[in-house]
RNA sequence: GGGUUGGUGGUCUAGUCUGGUUAUGACACCUCCUUGACAUGGAGGAGGCCGGCAGUUCAAAUCUGCCCCAACCCA
């Protein structure tokens, strides 16, 4: 058995043989979960300045893990890993969204039955039975993606505790007059058979038809017979109360102040004037049906008009249609359309394609119903909201205006009872006689009134002793908007009857991350109701996620069949490397999974782990800081001090695809390419020792927010001292500092330029690298690292020229600095040119001064680059500060 | 239809807010090279005039206007 099998066979992070992160990074996820490496210690008392702590959106359960999962949860993890070991304590919890119509469908398929033939405490204890099942599973898949989550701090969306908090909301913003119960039009789904929110409605094109109808003009000497009205929804002709003309409308002016009759039905209904009409469309004159539209509800609000409800909650026509009694809305339609043709009604009809509004979960298209539905009251705080949107730190910046706009554009109040079984019912009772609206109290939470009794023998409203139930149930969003108070712990003090949080530390959160297609409803409504509880904006910041496209750029959906699902990917790939990919794309922009990209990361691990061994083989794990470094070796740990305080400031500002490619190129190009190969040739040399080990040590630590599985196994075999991992894993280290090296930086670039120059020198020539150099002279700032040019690229001698060698040179080109030059002569800038392009120009030397085009040109906004031709022995390399001869 | 964002070599992308003249890097491509870790490596090379048009300016990928294309949000 070879070593390396041993080592894995113990376990034990090792540097034999190539890198394996099959192995590794599974073993690495467990472990971190078992040591509980990422566990917050909640403090009360802790100053909330010193703890970084998310509220993550918690996934639906029951949808399988994809794309978008893995790359917002990535992102939140390097956040997450970064603010760890900058700042010390970071909470990052996770929640399972299991509150809602997708895990009841979920649990009536996976059980096969139907959620009405049991009590709402029974559905719901088997929805989360069988919900436990899918959340192991997306434990276990999270797990595998490396997130530093806090397994300790989960949440459900369904479990007691949130269903209390829920309830607690609804009572601290009914007792604040933030709430509402009105009988009012509601958006309805007719399939659902329940009242939605505007945020669950979307467009859909549909085909449907237009149908012109004539419509007499009632009463004794009309000013005409009849008029025309075009509609796509014919069948609500039995719900119309009123016909509305444009008061700039000439055509139809006549119009105003007569009375209509409403073909086949006959009832007749006023005419009236109402700028809110599309002159536009059709032949300008419309009619007002409660309800087709948004427009018949404010018609019908602004006028006063009487209600006809032609369309009952399940999309049935009713008896107001007559004959058409019991028909669905859809048979109605064709049979009005029908009848109307008959009698001579039906003028035109053609087919179009135009937008309806659906209800999202299931295609149906919306009713406007008047019903009894409790509201939310948010219209009135329209500035509110948007001046704690503008609180809040946006990464990117550009995504707050999809959030003014959104406010900009509400137009209902957020409507929050739903009729539904499952979820989480209202803590509410009323009187049957008086319909007072009985609260629970505070500590009965969570109760059903379903099967719950109400906190009051009698009425104190009219001292009735009968009671009814409300049978709704909340929002989904009216609980999922209160994810930072779950988070931090938020309940009912009742002995200091207030508020309080068991962790406010946390609270306001520090970061919110989201995709940008939720900033409307989700992100908005956890600021509504964090706002109104606790005067608060809930987040300091928020960073949006840009989504995750197919190869070709386009949306990833089952219709089209381009899904890549997650697993695939890292079966073939390491989960390192799908998370270097991941920090490729700036916060905020949708970008394109390409699987060449993973490659690339691929390649970094393999990069890391060999430089690594190579590290552990010229140097002792922990030598000694000598007195003084040589030039090479401070220059080293100087680079690397820019580098980590630039790093620092991008991590800081969520700018990973920044951080991720300085880092890349610094410590491939500079450490491995460069710095590496000089290394080699200064194996005993203490000051080299001293840098290899200090700059290899920060690359890891550097690297570990990105790739934390590789930069584990490679501590773990190195520095790590004994201990529980929870303390001497890499993850849990300080974020590296700047030092304070200094370094001739000049020089160091120039030496580099030099190697540079030597290696093209050697490829032109189609030697080998290490093939024997017999004499170099340099002329050019390299001091102090002589012995580095010379080792590195086999030099035997090396000469240093005090004095420039003997080159002769002649003007090649004039170079303008045109931001200088630009300013101070204007428009003369094109003459300069001119005269410079076709050699009209002197240069003087002893003034200092270029004449051209009739001006005197001060040497601030002029360089001469000279064209060198050496006249000594050998051949010459010339690179931006140096002089190379090779003899 | 309205709004937002974006359109940079074959592909992905930096730079655009703070205009300055040789536009960044990676992948792919071509040539060469086994430097004591890595050939899944190294050294080089070719390849774009920055969606289109017009304008402002001495100067525009960068500012302004219009147009085209794409995505998203809202109708």
Request: charged share 30%.
């Given at each position: 058995?070879?070593?390396d099998?041993?080592?894995?066979?113990?376990?034990?992070?090792?540097?034999?043989?190539?890198?394996?992160?099959?192995?590794?990074?599974?073993?690495w996820?467990?472990?971190w979960?078992?040591?509980?490496v990422?566990?917050?210690?909640?403090?009360?008392?802790?100053?909330p300045n010193?703890v970084?702590?998310?509220?993550?959106?918690?996934?639906?359960?029951?949808?399988?893990l994809?794309?978008?999962?893995?790359?917002?949860?990535?992102?939140?993890?390097?956040?997450?890993?970064?603010?760890?070991?900058?700042?010390?304590?970071?909470?990052f919890?996770?929640?399972?969204?299991?509150?809602?119509?997708a895990?009841?469908?979920l649990?009536?398929?996976?059980?096969d039955?139907?959620?009405?033939?049991?009590?709402?405490?029974?559905?719901?204890?088997?929805?989360?039975?069988?919900?436990?099942?899918?959340?192991?599973?997306?434990?276990?898949?999270?797990?595998?993606?490396?997130?530093?989550?806090?397994?300790?701090?989960?949440?459900?969306?369904?479990e007691?505790?949130?269903?209390?908090?829920?309830?607690?909301?609804f009572?601290?913003?009914?007792?604040?007059?933030?709430?509402?119960?009105?009988k009012?039009?509601?958006?309805?789904?007719?399939?659902?058979e329940?009242?939605?929110?505007?945020?669950?409605?979307?467009?859909?094109?549909?085909h449907s038809?237009?149908?012109?109808i004539?419509?007499?003009?009632?009463?004794?000497?009309?000013?005409?017979?009849?008029?025309?009205?075009?509609?796509?929804?014919?069948?609500l002709?039995?719900?119309?109360v009123?016909?509305?003309?444009?008061?700039?409308?000439?055509?139809?002016?006549?119009?105003?102040?007569?009375?209509?009759?409403v073909?086949i039905?006959?009832?007749?209904?006023?005419?009236?004037?109402d700028?809110?009409?599309?002159?536009?469309?059709?032949?300008?004159?419309?009619?007002?049906?409660?309800?087709?539209?948004?427009?018949d509800?404010?018609?019908?609000?602004?006028?006063?008009?009487?209600?006809?409800?032609?369309?009952?909650?399940?999309?049935?026509?009713?008896?107001?249609?007559?004959?058409?009694?019991?028909?669905?809305?859809?048979?109605?339609?064709?049979?009005?359309?029908?009848?109307?043709?008959?009698?001579?009604?039906?003028?035109?009809r053609?087919?179009?394609?135009?937008?309806v509004?659906?209800?999202?979960?299931?295609?149906?298209?919306?009713?406007?119903r008047?019903?009894?539905?409790w509201?939310v009251?948010?219209?009135?705080?329209?500035?509110?909201?948007?001046e704690?949107g503008?609180?809040?730190?946006?990464?990117?910046?550009?995504?707050?205006?999809?959030?003014?706009?959104?406010?900009?554009?509400?137009?209902?109040?957020?409507?929050?009872?739903?009729?539904?079984?499952?979820?989480?019912?209202f803590?509410?009772?009323?009187?049957?006689?008086?319909?007072?609206?009985?609260?629970?109290?505070?500590?009965e939470?969570?109760?059903?009134?379903l099967s719950?009794?109400?906190?009051?023998?009698?009425?104190?409203?009219?001292g009735?002793?009968?009671?009814e139930?409300?049978?709704?149930?909340?929002?989904?969003?009216a609980?999922?908007?209160?994810?930072?108070?779950?988070?931090?712990?938020?309940?009912?003090?009742?002995?200091?009857?207030?508020?309080?949080m068991?962790?406010p530390?946390?609270?306001?959160?520090?970061?919110?991350?989201?995709?940008?297609?939720?900033?409307?409803?989700?992100?908005?409504?956890?600021?509504?109701k964090?706002?109104?509880?606790?005067?608060?904006?809930?987040?300091?910041?928020?960073?949006?996620?840009?989504?995750?496209?197919?190869?070709?750029?386009?949306?990833?959906?089952?219709?089209?069949?381009?899904?890549?699902?997650?697993?695939?990917?890292?079966?073939?790939?390491?989960?390192?490397?799908?998370?270097f990919?991941?920090?490729?794309?700036?916060?905020?922009d949708d970008?394109?999974?390409?699987?060449?990209?993973?490659?690339?990361?691929?390649?970094?691990?393999?990069?890391?782990?060999?430089?690594?061994?190579?590290?552990?083989?010229?140097?002792?794990a922990?030598?000694?800081?000598?007195?003084e470094?040589?030039?090479?070796?401070r220059w080293?740990?100087?680079?690397?001090?820019?580098?980590?305080?630039?790093?620092?400031?991008?991590?800081?500002?969520?700018?990973?695809?920044?951080?991720?490619?300085?880092?890349?190129t610094?410590?491939?190009?500079?450490?491995?390419?460069d710095?590496?190969?000089?290394?080699?040739?200064?194996?005993?040399?203490?000051?080299?020792?001293?840098?290899l080990?200090?700059?290899?040590?920060t690359?890891?630590?550097?690297?570990?927010?990105?790739?934390?599985?590789?930069?584990?196994?490679?501590?773990?075999?190195?520095?790590?001292?004994d201990g529980?991992?929870d303390?001497?894993?890499?993850?849990?280290?300080?974020?590296?500092?700047?030092?304070?090296?200094?370094a001739?930086?000049?020089?160091?670039?120039?030496?580099?330029?030099?190697?540079?120059?030597?290696?093209?020198?050697?490829?032109?020539?189609?030697l080998?690298?290490?093939?024997?150099?017999?004499?170099?002279?340099?002329?050019?700032?390299?001091?102090?690292?002589?012995?580095?040019?010379?080792?590195?690229?086999?030099?035997?001698?090396?000469?240093?020229l005090?004095?420039?060698p003997e080159?002769?040179?002649e003007?090649?080109?004039?170079?303008?600095?045109?931001?200088?030059?630009?300013?101070?002569?204007?428009?003369?800038?094109?003459?300069i040119d001119?005269?410079?392009e076709?050699?009209?120009?002197?240069?003087?030397?002893?003034?200092?001064?270029?004449?051209?085009?009739?001006?005197?040109?001060?040497?601030?906004?002029?360089?001469?680059?000279?064209?060198?031709?050496?006249?000594g022995?050998g051949?010459?390399?010339?690179?931006?500060?140096?002089?190379?001869?090779?003899?």
């Amino acid at each position: 058995m070879s070593t390396d099998a041993n080592a894995r066979e113990r376990d034990e992070a090792s540097l034999e043989g190539g890198y394996d992160p099959e192995a590794v990074e599974s073993r690495w996820q467990d472990r971190w979960v078992d040591a509980e490496v990422y566990a917050y210690d909640g403090d009360p008392q802790r100053d909330p300045n010193t703890v970084y702590s998310i509220d993550t959106p918690p996934p639906t359960v029951s949808g399988s893990l994809h794309m978008g999962h893995l790359y917002g949860h990535t992102l939140q993890d390097f956040a997450a890993r970064f603010q760890r070991m900058h700042d010390g304590e970071v909470l990052f919890p996770f929640g399972y969204d299991d509150n809602g119509i997708a895990s009841e469908r979920l649990t009536e398929k996976e059980l096969d039955i139907r959620h009405q033939d049991y009590e709402r405490r029974e559905f719901q204890k088997l929805c989360r039975e069988v919900c436990t099942e899918y959340e192991a599973e997306f434990t276990d898949k999270m797990q595998g993606l490396g997130c530093s989550i806090d397994w300790n701090n989960t949440y459900k969306t369904i479990e007691p505790r949130v269903q209390r908090i829920s309830q607690l909301s609804f009572l601290d913003l009914y007792e604040k007059g933030r709430e509402y119960r009105k009988k009012a039009p509601a958006i309805w789904c007719p399939d659902c058979e329940t009242a939605i929110s505007q945020v669950e409605m979307e467009d859909d094109e549909r085909h449907s038809h237009f149908n012109d109808i004539a419509f007499e003009v009632a009463g004794e000497d009309p000013a005409r017979e009849e008029f025309v009205i075009s509609t796509t929804r014919p069948e609500l002709i039995p719900a119309c109360v009123s016909v509305f003309v444009h008061p700039d409308d000439d055509e139809n002016q006549d119009l105003v102040g007569e009375t209509a009759r409403v073909p086949i039905f006959g009832h007749e209904v006023p005419i009236i004037a109402d700028d809110r009409v599309d002159m536009e469309k059709g032949s300008g004159v419309v009619m007002c049906c409660t309800f087709g539209d948004q427009n018949d509800i404010e018609w019908y609000q602004a006028h006063d008009l009487p209600l006809r409800v032609a369309i009952d909650e399940s999309a049935t026509m009713t008896d107001l249609a007559g004959d058409y009694e019991g028909l669905s809305t859809e048979e109605a339609r064709e049979a009005i359309v029908e009848d109307l043709d008959d009698e001579g009604y039906l003028r035109d009809r053609w087919e179009i394609t135009h937008a309806v509004q659906v209800h999202e979960r299931c295609d149906t298209s919306v009713e406007f119903r008047v019903s009894k539905q409790w509201y939310v009251e948010i219209l009135d705080h329209k500035e509110e909201y948007l001046e704690a949107g503008q609180e809040m730190d946006w990464y990117p910046e550009k995504m707050f205006s999809r959030y003014r706009h959104w406010i900009e554009g509400l137009e209902w109040d957020w409507l929050i009872s739903r009729q539904r079984d499952s979820g989480i019912p209202f803590p509410v009772w009323y009187c049957t006689d008086c319909d007072h609206e009985i609260m629970a109290e505070r500590e009965e939470l969570p109760v059903d009134p379903l099967s719950d009794e109400p906190p009051v023998d009698s009425c104190p409203e009219c001292g009735n002793d009968a009671f009814e139930p409300e049978e709704d149930v909340f929002d989904t969003w009216a609980t999922s908007s209160l994810t930072p108070l779950i988070n931090a712990g938020w309940d009912w003090d009742a002995d200091e009857e207030e508020f309080a949080m068991d962790n406010p530390e946390l609270y306001p959160f520090d970061l919110r991350p989201q995709g940008h297609d939720i900033i409307s409803f989700w992100l908005f409504h956890t600021i509504v109701k964090c706002y109104e509880h606790t005067g608060e904006v809930p987040f300091d910041a928020t960073m949006i996620n840009g989504h995750v496209l197919d190869e070709n750029r386009e949306k990833m959906s089952k219709s089209k069949g381009n899904v890549v699902a997650p697993e695939a990917v890292l079966s073939e790939y390491p989960v390192d490397a799908v998370r270097f990919w991941a920090a490729s794309a700036a916060v905020g922009d949708d970008f394109p999974y390409q699987e060449k990209d993973l490659t690339a990361g691929e390649k970094l691990l393999r990069k890391l782990w060999n430089a690594s061994k190579l590290v552990d083989s010229l140097a002792p794990a922990d030598p000694d800081e000598p007195a003084e470094l040589e030039a090479i070796d401070r220059w080293l740990l100087a680079e690397l001090d820019d580098a980590v305080e630039e790093l620092t400031a991008h991590l800081d500002a969520y700018e990973f695809a920044k951080a991720r490619d300085r880092l890349r190129t610094f410590f491939w190009n500079t450490f491995c390419d460069d710095y590496l190969e000089i290394a080699k040739e200064r194996e005993d040399n203490p000051s080299t020792q001293y840098a290899l080990r200090t700059a290899h040590r920060t690359f890891l630590e550097l690297w570990a927010p990105f790739l934390p599985h590789v930069t584990e196994e490679i501590w773990q075999a190195l520095y790590a001292e004994d201990g529980k991992l929870d303390e001497t894993s890499i993850h849990v280290r300080d974020w590296p500092a700047p030092q304070g090296y200094e370094a001739d930086l000049e020089a160091g670039e120039t030496a580099m330029e030099v190697i540079s120059a030597l290696r093209r020198y050697k490829s032109e020539n189609q030697l080998p690298l290490n093939a024997d150099l017999e004499a170099v002279s340099v002329y050019g700032p390299v001091e102090g690292f002589e012995d580095a040019i010379q080792n590195v690229m086999h030099v035997r001698e090396l000469d240093v020229l005090e004095e420039p060698p003997e080159i002769t040179t002649e003007v090649a080109a004039i170079d303008l600095d045109y931001s200088t030059l630009g300013p101070r002569y204007g428009s003369k800038v094109g003459d300069i040119d001119a005269g410079i392009e076709s050699g009209e120009y002197e240069i003087d030397d002893d003034a200092g001064v270029l004449r051209v085009a009739g001006e005197d040109l001060e040497d601030d906004v002029f360089e001469v680059e000279l064209e060198r031709t050496y006249s000594g022995e050998g051949e010459m390399l010339e690179t931006d500060s140096a002089i190379v001869i090779l003899e």
